[in-house]
């Protein structure tokens, strides 16, 4: 059947018609929103480079959650910037650690949000690097037993999840040990399977303040130019334990979302990044895009590819354009 017979342009004629045939349909249940915490008090900084975005000490972190959670936002995940950075980055598994504080502050305010903490060392390195550095490189395995405390300490913390991002070899399988040789068989891991070394992290360096000292990260995070790699990270980490897989960035490997997607049965994260963010940010300060639309019809893209959770910093805007039924 062809046309004059077949006419799509029929089902697109009203607003309620469209709806009705609608695929993908975004909703608040979808996203999680990162978020930056720091120490002091009563401290707010908006990141230049990502506007709309701030770095938050503990106490003025909770009083945001209130406000989140009124949009209906069930999650959040949270990167520290602590006070001191080492060569070793222990300060990530101290007890009293700014990440440890502000989900402990978290969830006694707001037992029901899920509260996830990003795990790496970058924050936390006086280099910068994402793990321990010897002869000029980061030692994967040395690194291992680091990861595996601070995953540890988070979680008594109380945090509900945690999120490697460091991608070294074997993670995954560290953390899912420690957690479970301490009591905690029941602590979702979400892992960044397929982290690509991406300029799209630009922004969040400064948010983070994790820039690399010296060199790149492309010793240990993805080329951009592998999937065939990036089904080999997912299945580690899937057969590791991963309980959630997760693409980063999201914009620029939709087709990684999707391979995913159709060759593994966990739930699927992808990771909208700051510099997908904020070039979208730029341009409607510029008012040569429409901020709301754009980024609705990017997080729609990233579920319809195949992400049944958005790591997004238009989460609380996109529950609201949402609840407000645009
Ligand atoms: C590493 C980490 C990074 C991001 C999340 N976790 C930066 C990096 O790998 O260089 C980037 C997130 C973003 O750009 O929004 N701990």
């Known amino acids: 059947m062809t046309f004059p017979i077949d006419r799509p342009r029929r089902l697109r004629r009203t607003e309620s018609l469209r709806r009705m045939v609608r695929e993908t349909v975004l909703t608040a249940d979808d996203l999680i929103y990162p978020m930056f915490v720091v120490p002091g008090q009563n401290f707010k900084r908006e990141i230049s480079a990502m506007p709309g975005q701030y770095q938050l000490s503990a106490d003025t972190f909770v009083r945001e959650l209130d406000h989140i959670s009124t949009l209906g936002i069930r999650a959040v995940i949270l990167f520290g910037i602590p006070e001191n950075k080492d060569p070793h980055g222990l300060a990530s598994c101290h ?48 690194t291992l037993d680091i990861l595996a405390r601070q995953a540890l ?24 040990r420690i957690l479970d040789e301490n009591g905690f068989g029941g602590t979702p891991v979400m892992s960044y399977a397929a982290k690509y070394a991406s300029g799209f992290y630009g922004p969040f360096r400064e948010a983070a303040e994790s820039a690399p000292q010296f060199g790149d990260r492309r010793g ?31 914009l620029s490997y939709l087709d990684v979302i999707a391979k995913v997607r159709a060759r593994f049965d966990r739930p699927v994260a992808a990771y ?8 979208v940010k730029a341009a409607a300060r510029n008012g ?37 039924g645009i």
């Open 272 to 279: 909208n990044v700051s510099g997908e963010y904020s070039m």
């Open 153 to 176: 300490s988070h979680v008594e913390a109380g945090a509900d999840m945690v999120a490697p991002s460091d991608m070294m070899d074997g993670r995954v399988a560290a953390i899912r």
């Open 220 to 250: 240990y995070q993805m080329d951009p130019s592998n999937v065939r790699e990036a089904m080999h990270e997912t299945a580690l980490d899937d057969r590791e334990g991963a309980d959630i897989l997760m693409v980063k960035p999201a």
């Open 95 to 142: 007890p009293e650690g700014i990440v440890q504080q502000a989900v402990r502050a978290a969830k006694k305010e707001f037992p029901g949000l899920v509260v996830i903490t990003d795990v790496c060392l970058c924050e936390y390195t006086s280099h910068g690097h994402c793990g321990v550095i010897r002869d000029g490189e980061v030692q994967n395995d040395e």
């Open 288 to 324: 040569w895009i429409e901020e709301q639309r754009v980024a609705l019809e990017i997080l729609t893209s990233i579920k319809r590819a195949g992400a049944d959770l958005i790591l997004t910093y238009w989460a609380p805007d996109a529950a609201r354009w949402i609840k407000e």
